[in-house]
């Protein structure tokens, strides 16, 4: 059974309409799932909708079998959820160890051993540890924001558009970065606006149009349809 | 029954309670004491009415109440006493030149701030205000000890323009209407707090300066005998008609010259307040009002519609302060004397707050309620108060620690009781007794 | 020499130390007003009056202590009785935070109604100050007044200018300095004190972080109310205990609060002595102080005074002005909006 699986999911914010129109979206343990397609398609709202911050009016959520549906995103991060936002997803003011600590809040075990992992992966953040995260690049600060996701030890780590702003430099080396975490067994799910680049590292890939799922496949897959080349990818 | 009628129908009932609430007092007190109240009531109506045209238009939160219903007062005082004989000969050529040193650094300072570069405007602007200020005491102090010297214990002070009273309100609302200018120019623009701060600061300093200045107030020698824009009673009670009256209702003269003296100020009250009511209202329902509350439900939208907030916000907030001023020159007038030292903030300043939300903010006709009503109860909480804490404290022995302390405590529980009024219609009828007719979320 | 000496000594006498110890209790109460504003979001206009309440207590605790034969021989026994003080204000702000604010912070209502809502607690604290103690001045000053007498500081230099320095004074800046110290070790090393300030820095964030909101807001009343209690304490063993004084120094607190930058608790304290050093300046007469310095045909006639010191409040907001126009962030970069 997959480890993370989102059935059906309908919905929408408040009492407006529904955004999400049966979506499905799923991933294992050390794949990477991405979330495609064009604005205002829901990439960002299926996201928050596995997350739990929109309510569902039908379908649910399984986080390894277990049915997570009802859970507030608070509860979700104690199931071993990770959730790095697009936007202010640091805290600016707090040093770089601050925030992975901040990160680590709800645990009550020695955390310094997943910091250490986390600077393993990211070494720039260990020569910048004592620096505040608001001084930082977009780059770095978006490294700040994964270690921080990532001091949970969650399973499941979600991002959204992580390389949002960055150049495309730094955008190859994230997603390098994002890779690597994948292979130390943690499920990925992703929502990118560079679509080509994020396919190409993905395992799965979920094309939503209108809140529902257009083209479900492998990225590979994907990435060789030419119907999906045509109308996502430009060409 | 539509949500319009129901309200008219709503604010009629409210507006007839407040009558009965008066009226009760006139039946089982005393007419003199129902028509003291109400002249305070109306006072308090017009001040509500300026705050409200602050908050209920344009979401600005003034805490400086106090210092412009002071400045309305000093209006009165300048305008309408009598000038002190020898005044302005034993200080006015100093006075003359203080004020041309006080112009003069506002003009340098302006030239400071547009011709000098920034790294030296900080520095070269705080030489020239300081150098200005100096200046300016050098002729200020000698002006105002030889005013100050001009008989102490009656005068020691300029004195006035000697032109009728109810000039100093209009003058009292001008006085009012310069500071919040100043005031706003400076905090408006910024976080929605700075406004409060700053309002809070200039009415103490506004205070300070009626307090100290002697030459120009008195200070706390206080400024008594203003001119009366209706007979004293003294001189009522001496006319033909009013013992004509008295012996109508079977009154005595000196009751009658009363109440007809509190009567014309009520009439002369009212006429202001509709006025402003009036004006109030049109202002609010023409196209300047309904651009305000666009505003003030959603600043970006307007913002982005190329309104200049802070501008029409500075418009506002200098109207409503003229209005406080008004208000408060119309209380001096009533009082017949400008008394510095009885200004304090929760009376003047919080306590006009609460009248704003009880009655309904952005409500002109819930504004005038609320000052109408929590001017009855705060009036009504103290004696009410003393006497509950000896009723209270009957069964204890006289004398003992416990009833002395609560029948001490007696007078003090209106502010408890502000406190509580005000909490409680926040949280459950954040909307004021007569809400606002399209009602913001 | 010995006229700079002269000259320095009445400085000190009538300057640095009152200006020191005013700021030290400014200080401190900008910095809870500013720990509400960072956590919370609004300027708490009952903060001098809370002020006022938890001295109250301490007031009461003293005379109890006093009846009791309790004292702490040559300082203070109000130090003795803060304690209660801190416990009867953290009480009495919970239980406000529980009925009044909860609810606007739930509704995630707008700052100006907390500040609003404020201002009905603030007629409450105030009633409740009234009901307690009244509204006449209250000294409850005990143990030695001062550590250096002005007469034993002249014999002692030789000097012809004395220098007193009051115990009052000494335990303000000891007693400051420790709360200080305290709170920024809270803030800075401890993991509550981190969450606070992550809160403080996005909410949003923190609560993904499994920051409980609740907690964080507790323990920010609970240290605002300490702060509070302490600075009303400090400040009425200094000049008298008077429950409408607490309500002006609302104004220099505040302003304090946003030289130093809204939020910003370092700033909170640097902007209390720059007020409180601008206030005692400008309001102090230099005619004895120039006496000393300068040649005697250049003696001033007058007192060589800005401000009259009822214009002291003049000072605080000639300051505030002048931060709004030139630097509305205040010094160490605070919020604006």
């Known amino acids: ?235 | 029954m539509s949500p319009g009628l129901s309200l008219r129908t709503r604010g009629i009932l409210l507006y007839l309670a407040m009558a009965a609430l008066l009226l009760g007092v006139g039946f089982v007190q005393s007419w003199t004491v129902a028509l003291t109240i109400l002249n305070l009531c109306l006072i308090s109506a017009v001040m509500s009415l300026g705050v409200n045209m602050q908050w209920g238009y344009a979401g600005l939160f003034n805490a400086g109440i106090m210092g412009f219903a002071a400045l309305g007062g000093i209006g009165v005082v300048l305008t309408s006493m009598p000038p002190v004989r020898g005044a302005l000969a034993a200080g006015g050529v100093n006075l003359g030149l203080a004020a041309l040193f006080v112009i003069l650094t506002v003009v340098a300072a302006l030239v400071v701030r547009r011709r000098v570069p920034s790294y030296l405007r900080g520095p070269v602007g705080l030489l020239v205000v300081l150098a200005g200020y100096f200046l300016m005491r050098i002729f200020l102090d000698p002006a105002s000890e030889a005013i100050e010297a001009i008989d102490p214990a009656s005068a020691g002070y300029l004195g006035g323009l000697n032109l009728p009273v109810l000039l100093g309100w209009l003058v009292g609302g001008v006085f009012a209407a310069g500071a919040a200018w100043l005031v706003g120019k400076v905090s408006l623009g910024l976080r929605s707090d700075y406004l409060a701060i700053a309002t809070l600061g200039i009415a103490e300093i506004i205070l300070a300066i009626l307090k100290n200045e002697n030459w120009l107030t008195r200070g706390v020698k206080n400024v008594t005998g203003l001119p009366r824009p209706i007979p004293v009673e003294r001189d009522l009670q001496t006319m033909p008609w009013i013992a004509d009256l008295a012996s109508r209702f079977g009154s005595d003269v000196i009751t009658t010259a009363g109440i007809v003296s509190r009567l014309a100020y009520a009439l002369l009250f009212t006429i202001v307040l509709l006025l402003i009511l009036w004006l109030a209202e049109r202002a609010l329902h023409s196209p300047w009002g309904r651009m305000m509350r666009a505003i003030r439900d959603n600043r970006d939208a307007a913002e982005a519609m190329g309104k200049d907030v802070t501008r029409r916000h500075l418009h506002v907030f200098v109207l409503g302060s003229a209005v406080v001023g008004i208000a408060g020159a119309m209380l001096v007038t009533l009082d017949g004397q400008f008394t510095p030292g009885s200004y304090n903030p929760l009376r003047y300043t919080f306590l006009i707050w609460v009248m704003v939300i009880v009655g309904g903010s952005g409500n002109n006709w819930g504004a005038v309620l609320g000052g109408f009503l929590i001017w009855y109860v705060w009036v009504m909480a103290e004696p009410f108060g003393s006497s509950i804490m000896s009723t209270l404290t009957a069964g204890m022995t006289p004398g003992s620690f416990w009833q002395q302390h609560l029948v001490a405590a007696g007078p003090h529980i209106r502010f408890l009781l502000m406190g509580l009024i005000l909490l409680l219609v926040l949280r459950f009828a954040p909307q004021g007794l007569i809400p606002e007719r399209s009602a913001r979320k | ?337």
């Open chain 1, 1 to 235: 059974m997959t480890f993370l699986v989102a059935e059906e999911m309908t919905g929408g914010y408040g009492n407006g309409p529904d955004i999400l129109h049966a979506c499905t979206i799923a991933v294992d343990r050390g794949e990477i799932a991405v979330i495609v397609g064009p604005n205002g398609a829901g990439k960002s709202t299926a996201m928050k909708a596995v997350f739990g911050m929109l309510p569902l009016r039908s379908g649910r959520v399984l986080l390894d079998g277990r049915d997570i549906t009802t859970l507030s995103p608070q509860e979700r991060v104690h199931a071993g959820m990770g959730f790095v936002p697009q936007v202010a997803n640091v805290f600016v003011s707090m040093t770089v160890e601050e925030n992975l600590e901040m990160g680590a809040y709800i645990r009550d075990d020695d955390f310094s051993g997943t910091m250490e992992q986390v600077f393993a992966l990211f070494p720039i953040l260990r020569q910048k540890r004592r620096q505040p995260a608001g001084e930082l690049s977009g780059g770095q600060r978006q490294q700040v924001a994964v270690g921080r996701a990532l001091m949970t030890k969650p399973t499941l780590l979600m991002l959204d558009e992580p390389t949002a702003g960055v150049s495309p430099i730094v955008m190859d080396e994230l997603f390098d970065k994002i890779l690597e975490v994948a292979a130390t067994g943690i499920a990925i799910l992703m929502v990118e606006q560079n679509a080509r680049q994020a396919l190409n590292i993905a395992d799965h890939g979920y094309v939503l149009v209108q809140g529902r799922n257009r083209y479900t496949d492998t990225g590979e897959a994907l990435l060789a349809d030419p119907e999906v080349r045509r109308t996502f990818l430009g060409g």
């Open chain 3, 1 to 337: 020499m010995e006229n700079l000496l002269n000259a320095f000594v009445l400085l000190s006498n009538f300057v640095l130390v009152p200006a020191i110890a005013y700021g030290s209790q400014l200080a401190l109460g900008a910095l809870g007003v500013t720990l509400i504003y960072a956590v919370l979001r609004f300027s708490n206009f009952a903060h001098g009056d809370l002020m006022a309440l938890g001295t109250t207590a301490v007031i009461l605790a003293t005379w109890g202590l006093q009846a009791a034969g309790i004292g702490l021989g040559v300082l203070p026994t109000a130090l003795l009785a803060l304690p209660v003080g801190i416990l009867a204000a953290a009480v009495l702000v919970l239980l406000t935070d529980r009925w009044v604010y909860r609810f606007y912070r739930r509704q995630r209502s707008d700052p100006v109604i907390f500040v609003i809502a404020s201002v009905g607690v603030m007629f409450i604290y105030n009633a409740l100050t009234r009901f307690v103690i009244g509204t006449d001045e209250r000294r409850f000053e005990d143990g030695a007044r001062f550590v250096i007498r002005a007469g034993d500081f002249r014999e002692m230099t030789g000097l012809a200018e004395g220098l007193a320095i009051r115990t009052s004074q000494v335990i303000t800046v000891v007693v400051m300095l420790v709360s200080v110290a305290f709170v920024f070790w809270f803030l800075q090393k401890t993991r509550t004190g981190k969450a606070m300030r992550a809160y403080s820095d996005n909410e949003d964030l923190a609560l993904l972080s499994g920051i409980n909101p609740d907690r964080v807001v507790l323990i920010t009343w609970i240290i605002a109310a300490a702060l509070a209690t302490i600075a009303g304490t400090l400040y009425g063993l200094d000049k008298s205990f008077r429950p409408f004084t607490y309500f002006q120094l609302l104004l220099p607190i505040f302003a304090a609060a946003i030289v130093g930058g809204v939020g910003q608790p370092l700033g909170a304290i640097v902007g209390g002595f720059i007020i409180a050093f601008s206030e005692v300046m400008v309001t102090y007469a230099y005619k004895g102080f120039l006496g000393y310095l300068l040649p005697e045909a250049w003696q001033p006639e007058g007192l060589v005074q800005m401000l009259g010191t009822d214009y002291k409040f003049a000072v605080s907001f000639i300051i505030l002005v002048v931060v709004l126009l030139v630097r509305p962030t205040g010094i160490f970069r605070g919020r604006v909006i």
